[in-house]
């Protein structure tokens, strides 16, 4: 196996693990605040549809962008006010919002675009088209011939999508806001003792708002980028369980962001592996099912979930309602 | 008694200072329940001012009231002379009030200073504002003897010293008043010694302090002034030095107590109950008994010392016969099965052990259940409470309503749940259901933990009955003043194991302190700071415990 192949599968990765990422710090935020979030898959479908449909229709990916942002804020607006103002269930106020964005896309394209529940080919400016950074080889034949580090600048850093940077640039950001300032301190707070925080004079309802709020802006783009980036238009269930894998990396990245990126890497990682059957062939020198390589990052998320990977502990009072006692 | 002076009544007091505090005319009702009754008080500055009364007088209602967690239906809040409205927490501490809850509001995996600064940052950017409360905690920590570790995670460090981080906190937030809630419930002698230190201090900087107690002993030891509550209404405000303990449990019980227990020299018979070398080991694989071994003789109480945690829980949980464990057992002669194959709590009360759990609304009640119900709880196999395969519940019925009556369960009705009762009657539920069934040795653990004083000394009253029937008794208690005063010998758990055995008239508070924090050579003088160093050390999953 050459370098080259070797950067081919690492770019796939990074492509295919940027909507993982995203939700993964969206459900980071939530879930640190104390609102646990099994929605987020329901949010990302949601947002990857309305951004293929509004990207299609205005011919801006942008435009699509923020209509898939406004479709998650709203998702996380009722889960906000489900298990927040109304101390609901979490669990179940998730699970809603999941049956009902799964339902919704697919009557709503079916209604509109009448192609089978999915939406037109996006193209052209309807569509998050890669960078390429200055000096970076596009052409196959060039870049077999050039040098390992013209090789890695221009297969693996230069030519992915903004919001593949963007992503990446959220990690330290998001560590920044968690650990450097008021308002992470104040987060990580009312995840763990929200009586604390309202005891010291703080809004427990406001920064939990705050945070679903912010849950719900990335998951926005990570289900954007699902349609208008990853792949060209809204396909129904386009998801495929990317909401809950990026749960399962979330605990395995014990909810901080640096783990949460590496976490993301490596189930993008397995996703890109199953992409390739053809390299494993090579390297294991036998053939592995398709269908057993595509089930890996599921596997991979059971074994997560099960318990096996040490002990995480989850934000103390996670998925509690607050209510103020004596 | 002596009502305080009429200048307590009016608008400033006799020389003229204003007070720190006024309420005028507080009300406050749950529903039905009227949890304040039209309070008025005034505590003067540079005082520390206690409130006593028993559980569900209103102290805890009223404070927070004061503190902006309620909203009063009626009244009025006059701080320094100025009226003040206080809709919600952020209000009282502008105001300059701050309070210590009994069950503290700290985020358990902060470090001392994030929890320190948490909503009373300077910007938006943390750094500035750690820095500012690393340097003034080590300032106050000089002024108070309120020394803490800033870097210590809240979850790593004793109650003790998570405690103080709660007054730091108040004080960091500026505040020139002071409530405590039930301070010491948590603390060992010394650490409470060490608290009532730093009250004193903070008091001679002219801060007030009000202090929420129901121990009789901690008002007359530091404060200035006492208003006592009972049922929602301010019975009395009076000066400490002009009143006693006996007349105080009189205003707050609304009737004479008896506040020592009496009873006559024990007269120990054969042994009951023999403990030899067990070791209980918890879920998690952590030993929580660490070889321990006593007796209890018939007709004498022996008293577990230790603060909570410390491993007398999981020994009165396999005498119950719900905990396995490793070592030997003897009830009058003959072992009990510690494996948990053959043992269980109905299997314990075939062999004449009676258990009042320490826990009554986890373990000793089912709280949606009816009395009579909870009565029949372990018993209801009692020939008398079945008839064939039916069980007969008129007879259980009519069974508790005997037991309530001769218990003095108020109200005596065995048809109502569990936790439609005070605490205190609660309690006297589990103790009749227990006592009753005549057993040859009572494990008794935390007897009156959350009960108020007129049931405390019934309950004990009827535990010496027991005693003086010649049956063994096991008390378990976190409450010094009532293992003092209830047991005939006295031994004192630290860490699961046994630190020493003591009785009663031949020992005091400090020396059962310091063998509860773990130090056995107790002739020497020694600190509070060790004492409470040492609970850290080797306490310190005792102490997340509380």
New interface residues.
């Given amino acids: 196996m050459d370098l080259l192949t070797i950067l081919q599968i690492l770019d796939s990765t990074i492509r295919l693990a940027t909507p993982l990422l995203l939700a993964c710090l969206a459900g980071l935020f939530s879930e640190r605040a104390g609102i646990f979030d099994i929605g987020l898959e329901g949010k990302m479908l949601a947002a990857a549809f309305l951004s293929g449909a509004i990207a299609f229709v205005t011919g801006s990916v942008w435009l699509g962008l923020l209509a898939g942002i406004a479709g998650s804020l709203a998702l996380s607006g009722i889960h906000g006010l489900a298990s927040i103002t109304f101390r609901g269930n979490q669990l179940i106020s998730g699970v809603a919002i999941n049956f009902l964005a799964s339902g919704l896309t697919v009557v709503v394209a079916q209604s509109w675009f009448g192609q089978g529940g999915r939406t037109p080919q996006l193209a052209g400016a309807a569509r998050f088209e890669p960078i390429i950074w200055p000096g970076a080889l596009t052409n196959i034949r060039e870049m077999q011939q050039a040098g390992p580090l013209q090789q890695i600048y221009s297969e693996l850093i230069s030519g992915h999508t903004i919001v593949v940077y963007i992503a990446l640039l959220i990690v330290p950001l998001t560590w920044w806001v968690l650990?450097?300032?008021?308002?992470?301190?104040?987060l990580?707070?009312v995840g763990?003792?929200p009586?604390?925080?309202?005891?010291?004079?703080?809004s427990v309802v406001g920064l939990r708002y705050a945070a679903v709020g912010i849950c719900g802006v990335l998951t926005g783009i990570a289900g954007a980028y699902l349609a208008t980036a990853l792949q060209a238009g809204f396909t129904r269930e386009m998801t495929a369980g990317r909401g809950y894998i990026a749960l399962a990396a979330l605990i395995f990245a014990k909810w901080r962001p640096w783990y949460a990126l590496m976490a993301t890497m490596l189930f993008g990682f397995l996703q890109a592996l199953a992409l390739r059957p053809d390299i494993i062939e090579r390297t294991l020198s036998f053939r592995v099912q398709v269908q057993l390589l595509d089930a890996l990052p599921y596997i991979l998320t059971v074994i997560i979930l099960a318990g096996f990977v040490g002990k995480a502990i989850p934000p103390?009072a996670g998925g509690e309602p607050y209510v103020?006692e004596? | 008694m002596t009502q305080a002076d009429d200048s307590m009544q009016a608008g400033t007091a006799a020389d003229g200072t204003v007070p720190a505090i006024e309420l005028k005319g507080i009300s406050k009702a749950f529903g039905p329940v009227q949890a304040n009754k039209d309070i008025s008080i005034r505590v003067m500055p540079g005082t520390i001012h206690g409130i006593i009364g028993e559980n569900g007088a209103g102290k805890s209602t009223l404070m927070s009231i004061l503190y902006g967690f309620y909203k009063a239906d009626a009244g009025e809040i006059w701080i320094n002379g100025k009226q003040v409205q206080i809709p919600d927490s952020q209000a009282a501490i502008a105001a300059g009030i701050g309070m210590v809850f009994q069950h503290f509001k700290l985020v358990e995996n902060f470090t001392v200073l994030e929890n320190v600064v948490l909503g009373a940052e300077d910007s938006a950017l943390l750094m500035p504002s750690l820095s500012r409360a690393r340097r003034e905690l080590k300032q106050l920590a000089e002024e108070y003897e309120l020394n803490v570790e800033p870097d210590a995670k809240i979850e790593d460090i004793g109650v003790g010293m998570q405690q103080r981080v709660e007054i730091l906190k108040a004080l960091y937030r500026g505040a020139d008043i002071l409530i405590l809630d039930e301070p010491t419930g948590v603390l060992t002698p010394a650490e409470a010694d060490h608290l009532f230190r730093i009250l004193e201090g903070l008091k001679a900087q002219g801060k007030t302090i009000i202090l929420i107690t129901h121990k009789l002993r901690e008002i007359m030891d530091i404060t200035d002034t006492v208003s006592v509550m009972r049922r929602g209404e301010m019975t009395a405000t009076v000066k400490t030095a002009e009143t006693n303990p006996t007349e105080l449990a009189e205003l707050m019980v609304g009737r004479k107590v008896l506040l020592q227990v009496e009873k006559d020299v024990a007269k120990p018979g054969a042994r009951v109950l023999e403990v030899k070398d067990l070791h209980v080991t918890d879920d998690k694989g952590v030993e929580r008994v660490k070889g321990v071994s006593f007796d209890v003789r018939a007709g004498e109480i022996v008293g577990i010392a230790g603060v909570a945690g410390n491993g007398q829980s999981e020994l009165l949980e396999v005498l119950g016969g719900y905990e396995k464990a490793r070592g030997t057992i003897l009830v009058n002669g003959e072992p009990i099965d510690l494996t948990g194959a053959k043992s269980d709590g109905r299997s314990r009360r075939r062999r004449g052990i009676a258990h009042v759990p320490e826990d009554r609304q986890r373990e000793g009640l089912i709280m949606d259940f009816a009395a009579w119900e909870n009565v029949a709880f372990g018993y209801h196999d009692d020939p008398k409470y079945n008839r064939g395969i039916l069980t007969d519940n008129a007879a259980i019925r009519a069974d508790t309503e005997a037991k309530m009556k001769r218990f003095d369960v108020r109200p005596p009705n065995p048809a109502l749940p569990a936790k439609s009762f005070s605490g205190g009657n609660q309690q006297k539920i589990v103790v009749a259901r227990e006592i009753e069934r005549n057993p040859d040795l009572l494990l008794v653990g935390q007897p009156t933990r959350g009960v108020d004083i007129g049931a405390i000394e019934f309950i004990h009253q009827q535990i010496v009955a027991l005693r003086d029937e010649g049956k063994a008794v096991l008390l378990v208690s976190v409450e010094l003043d009532e293992i003092m005063s209830l047991s005939d010998r006295i031994v004192v758990m630290f860490d699961g194991r046994i630190m020493g055995e003591r009785l009663p008239s031949e020992t005091d508070a400090r020396e059962l302190g310091l063998l509860m924090a773990g130090i056995t050579d107790t002739d020497r003088p020694h600190d509070a700071a060790e004492v409470e160093a040492q609970l850290a050390r080797a306490g310190g999953s005792a102490a997340k415990e509380v």
């Fill in positions: 650990f450097r300032t008021r308002f992470g301190l104040r990580r707070a763990e003792n009586a604390a925080v309202d005891t010291a004079g703080i103390r103020k004596r």
